[in-house]
């Protein structure tokens, strides 16, 4: 059966359910949308490097449905929550545990790349609506985009080529890329460098480590050897607390500026300390953006979860956005999918981070930032790249 197919009998089901409760001089819509409460399977990492992104995305999650009454297209709501560890291994028999055991209507998740990639395959073969509120793999939309699938965050590909054009005319042509060794760090290398090179830069030299270990020391020793004019590096979490600390203690933030997407100093900078002061890198996000939307957000979430926010929180607040206006269009019909999906699409969404569309592909159609970081914030300095959408490589919607 293919997923349209899939789409249509269900409809079919609603559509006899719908007699019946004709029948009884109940209206479906009330008796489908109003009585069963709506699942959302959520997959996010609690423990690990990357906790704390999944804790913000989550909280902020609920923050934006909260901030809509509490419910989904007029439905109550029970959630699944998995502990994905960031551990790719697991990645199918936790997705698994949300659509197959708790069969929710939505799964959402999740921050790394590689357990992304089985929540798309489980998706995919389920014909599961999917939200990605972070992990960046490429494939997601682009040679995996399905109709069922929709990302708020961006492609891995796209901070790391805004940041390349910036490189290339700031910071000098001789590169040295660093990152782990997984998909996201792959594919923003491999935008910075596909942008850097157009702008006439060289990359020295690529290093690499597994992910999520932080022996930087020999890598950085090779640095200091090779003498670039930039570093271009892809971390986050609590990696990117320890790689920042470590250039700066080996002494070579005085030589050698460092650069890369905003995840190297997100949610880290108190952990950070004067190790970060003055780094300049590039994201869709900046702490102080000077749109009313994000100031109410901020002042929201740090009275609902008593933190600041951060571009994770940000993706997870417009993530319950994207569902509660999708939900509110179909008025909480799962089985209405074809209208789920078309709302998503139309969407502009009102986001902290500035009004952003969805592309063909489902990936946000965005602004990138300058910024830089002074005192406990990633101050906005001037927009980077204007409204950068993704290579959507290989997306043949179904
Ligand atoms: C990723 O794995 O796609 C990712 C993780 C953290 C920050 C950005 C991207």
Known sequence: MTKEQKGTSRRRVLGGMAAAAAASFVPARFAIGQSAKLKLGIMLPYTGTYAALGKNIDDAMRLAIAEAGGKLGGREIEYSVVDDESEPAKGTENANKLVIRDKVDILIGTVHSGVAAAMVKVARDNDTMLIIPNAGLDAATGALCAPNIFRTSFSNSQPGFATGKYAAETKGKRAVMISWDYAAGKESTEGFKEAYTAGGGTILKELFLP??????????????????????????????????????????????????????????????????????????????????KDKAFRAAFKKAANREADVYAVQGYDTGQVLVAGLAAVKGDMGARKELVAAIEKLTVDSPRGKFTFSKAHNPVQDFYLRKVMGALNKYENVAAKALGDTAKGCKMA
């Open 211 to 292: 992910f999520p270990q932080v022996a930087f020391q020999p890598l950085l020793t090779e640095i200091a050897a090779i003498k670039p004019d930039l570093v271009y590096a892809f971390y986050a979490g609590g990696g990117a607390v320890s790689f920042v600390k470590d250039y700066y203690a080996a002494g070579l933030r005085k030589t050698i500026p460092l650069v890369g997407p905003g995840f190297l100093t997100d949610g880290t900078l108190e952990a950070q300390g004067e190790s970060a002061q003055g780094l300049e890198t590039v994201l869709h996000y900046a702490d102080d953006l000077p749109n009313a």
